[in-house]
Structure formats: C-alpha cells, structure tokens
C-alpha cells in the first residue's frame, strides 16, 4: 500500500528564508506524488505534480520539489519565504497503475508552515 | 466562474438528523470525488463518480449515500449524523478516466458541525 510521511507537522520561518517542507513516499511501483495547498478555510489547490518526466518540477507561487528515488522523498522548496506562503502543505500519492476514476490519492498529515516578519 | 462549487459552506445541526451537502463542477470533468478532513487535517478519499458511474466506495458507514444526478453534480446525503462526523468536506473533480496523473480541483468545502 502507498503512504506519505510529511516530517514536521509545523514549520516556521521568517519572510525571504528558504522553505523546506519535507515529503517521504512508500510505493512498491514508481509513484505520481503531488504537493496541495490549503489556505485558511479554502479547498485545496495543486502545486506542483511529479508524473515520471523530470525530477525536479516547478510549480506555482516559486515552489519547485525534486523526486529522489533513492531517498523515496519529495521535498518541496521555495528560496524565498513570503508571509502570503503561510498555509497548510500536504504531500500526495497516486499508484499509476489505476487510472481516472478508480486513483485514489493518498495524502500525509500536513505541514503547517508560518511565516514570521 | 467558480470551478467547483459546494453548499452549504457551514452546517452545523443535531445528532440523529439527516443532511444533504451539494456539489457542482463547472469544468467539463467526468470525475468527482467526495474527501473527508478531520480535525487533524487528515484529508481521506470516501467516494468517487465517473459520469454518474460510484467508481470508489471506501470503508464509509453505509449512512452516507453519494447521489449523482448527472456528471457536474455530485451530492453526499447523510442519515442520522453521529458526533464523529463532525469534519470538513471537500468535493473535487478531475477530467476523467486513464490519465492517472491529472490535477484534482477542490471546492472550498463544506464545514459540518455535529451537536
């Protein structure tokens, strides 16, 4: 069965520090891994997505994430914190062998990360 | 021009009623999906659709009832609400069948508080 581990259920750092929020996969086949944000009383919205091609994928907002297999992680970064980061980050799985209706994505705990001025 | 719509966005009522939360998607998906949030922010798939099609029924108590009336819409209905379902609700909807690695869109959710 597919898991994420997101380390740190809370990270803070002050405005114009890197982010790093650190993602842990377990998948017996090459996973798809997603990173979501969620604002304060918001839905979910989609970062970025790693799907196979290139290992390290840029997203919206600055952030990027780089898939390494031999470290089963997917850390996300962002060089340069803005107060407007603040938010909750959740790592994602999908098993690539279901596709559509049938791909469940699998999600972590959650990081909150806060941003200090 | 909201993609994915939910109503009500808070709901707050006793134990033991019955409950309907309403979702519409206005992006042409086939797919749409119910999750549950709980107090943690432990976000856990209950449902899928594909063209008014249950494709995913988790290990839901059988008082929740996905309805899909046609494939924008996606509504979940609940009977006799127990205090552990107290949670955040979120519909989402993605394009549709063999493509595995799209994006799933979510609505802003539904905040369902049980008395």
């Not at chain 1, 196979?52 to 907002?61: D, Q, R």
């Not at chain 1, 938010?87 to 909150?112: H, M, Q, W």
């Not at chain 2, 209950?46 to 839901?60: A, C, H, Q």
Request: net charge positive; hydrophobic share 35%.
């Amino acid at each position: 069965a597919q898991s994420v581990t997101q380390l740190g259920s809370h990270v803070s750092v002050s405005e114009g520090a890197l982010v790093l929020l650190r993602c842990n996969y377990s998948s017996s086949v090459p996973p798809y891994l997603f990173w979501y944000v969620q604002y304060p009383n918001q839905g979910l919205q989609l970062l970025l997505k790693y799907t196979s091609a290139a290992t390290l994928v840029k997203g919206i907002n600055g952030f990027e994430a780089e898939f390494k297999k031999s470290e089963t992680s997917f850390h996300l970064t962002k060089p340069s914190a803005h107060m407007s980061d603040a938010a909750e980050y959740f790592c994602a799985v999908s098993d690539p062998r279901y596709g559509g209706a049938t791909n469940k994505l699998i999600f972590g705990t959650g990081t909150l990360l806060a941003v200090q001025p | 021009d909201t993609a994915v719509s939910q109503t009500p966005k808070y709901l707050v009522t006793q134990m033991g009623n019955d409950k309907s939360i309403k979702c519409e998607q206005n992006l042409g998906h086939d797919t749409m999906y119910w999750y549950k949030q709980d107090s943690k922010k432990f976000l856990k798939i209950m449902f899928s659709y594909n063209n008014k099609e249950l494709i995913i029924n988790e290990t839901v108590p059988n008082r929740f009832s996905p309805k899909s009336p046609d494939k924008a819409h996606l509504n979940l209905h609940i009977n006799s609400l127990e205090l552990g379902d107290s949670a955040v609700y979120f519909c989402a909807s993605s394009q549709g069948l063999g493509a595995f690695k799209e994006t799933q869109y979510f609505g802003p959710g539904t905040r369902l508080l049980v008395l």
